[in-house]
């Protein structure tokens, strides 16, 4: 038996013992009561419905909280597109030393105390990277706490804005599989490969330069380096880069970028980081040259 038909009944005894209101009346107050109802649930469910928008616009970061952009999720890639090629060596590139701690000077307008992506360069790596005081391929006197093979290449993925550059996406062909937030560089330590003279050298990319900070038409596509007070140098390299190939500033090598899985173990590549022969420790073992690049 329904609800409405248990009320019914009940109606009916109570008009049968106190015959008091007509039972048609009493249906008419239930229907108009069973409509009154029917319209609250109406407005119920759409006032709860309109709520639960609200609160998707205003804290639309629950369905994202890690706030991606919209093209980090769908990304339509063409393999026939330039930039998206295996890397190439570029060759006949004029190379330029520099150090962390160098001071302005002659062709060098930057201080390097700091860096593009770190401005407490010197500190992290453990103080001067002296070009001229050496042991072996590290600055006399320390053991640097970064890398000593560090390079610079003229392009800044992060503008002056502390945000990506509009077209870094676009030309950096690992750039969503390294993509960790607006403002952080995925260029910073990126790999390269460095041949000079039958000797092949392996490099992180730490700073930016020579000169120029936007010319990705060169470092990822297939442009010349612009021309500039260094004879139109591309190529910034560290000491230790230096003294691996045996090669003095103004030299010109051929470079490419490489994964890290493709660099072979040596004086850059050590656990600790402590590169190189460093006193106390046995040395480094002796290692296959990778292939050097053909014409």
């Given amino acids: 038996m329904?609800?409405?038909?248990?009320?019914?009944?009940?109606?009916?005894?109570?008009?049968?013992?106190?015959?008091?209101?007509?039972?048609?009346?009493?249906?008419?107050?239930?229907?108009?009561?069973?409509?009154?109802?029917?319209?609250?649930?109406?407005?119920?469910?759409?006032?709860?419905?309109?709520?639960?928008?609200?609160?998707?616009?205003?804290?639309?970061?629950?369905?994202?909280?890690?706030?991606?952009?919209?093209?980090?999720?769908?990304?339509?890639?063409?393999?026939?597109?330039?930039?998206?090629?295996?890397?190439?060596?570029?060759?006949?590139?004029?190379?330029?030393?520099?150090?962390?701690?160098?001071?302005?000077?002659?062709?060098?307008?930057?201080?390097?105390?700091?860096?593009?992506?770190?401005?407490?360069?010197?500190?992290?790596?453990?103080?001067?990277?002296?070009?001229?005081?050496?042991?072996?391929?590290?600055?006399?006197?320390?053991?640097?706490?970064?890398?000593?093979?560090?390079?610079?290449?003229?392009?800044?993925?992060?503008?002056?804005?502390?945000?990506?550059?509009?077209?870094?996406?676009?030309?950096?062909?690992?750039?969503?599989e390294h993509y960790q937030g607006e403002g952080i560089s995925v260029c910073k330590g990126r790999w390269i490969a460095i041949h000079h003279n039958a000797r092949v050298c392996y490099a992180q990319w730490e700073d930016v330069g020579p000169f120029e900070i936007d010319h990705f038409e060169y470092v990822f596509g297939n442009q010349d380096a612009r021309q500039n007070l260094n004879e139109g140098a591309g190529l910034d390299i560290s000491p230790a880069v230096r003294d691996y190939l045996k090669m003095d500033s103004g030299q010109r090598v051929e470079w490419k970028f490489v994964e890290e899985y493709e660099v072979p173990r040596g004086p850059w590549k050590n656990s600790g980081f402590h590169p190189g022969n460093i006193p106390g420790e046995p040395p480094l073992p002796n290692f296959n040259e990778p292939a050097l690049p053909t014409r």
């Fill in 2 to 176: 329904t609800v409405n038909s248990r009320i019914l009944m009940f109606m009916k005894k109570t008009l049968k013992m106190h015959s008091i209101i007509p039972f048609s009346a009493l249906l008419s107050l239930l229907t108009l009561g069973n409509s009154i109802a029917a319209g609250l649930t109406e407005r119920l469910n759409h006032s709860h419905e309109s709520f639960l928008e609200n609160r998707r616009e205003a804290l639309s970061g629950l369905s994202d909280p890690f706030g991606v952009p919209a093209a980090a999720r769908i990304v339509l890639e063409d393999p026939s597109d330039g930039f998206r090629r295996e890397a190439a060596w570029k060759r006949n590139v004029v190379a330029t030393v520099f150090w962390v701690g160098e001071q302005p000077a002659g062709n060098n307008p930057t201080p390097n105390d700091k860096s593009a992506w770190d401005p407490n360069w010197q500190s992290n790596f453990g103080g001067y990277d002296d070009p001229n005081n050496r042991s072996g391929f590290l600055p006399q006197g320390f053991v640097p706490a970064l890398n000593p093979f560090y390079i610079a290449l003229p392009y800044n993925d992060i503008g002056k804005d502390f945000r990506h550059r509009p077209e870094a996406s676009e030309v950096i062909p690992w750039f969503w």
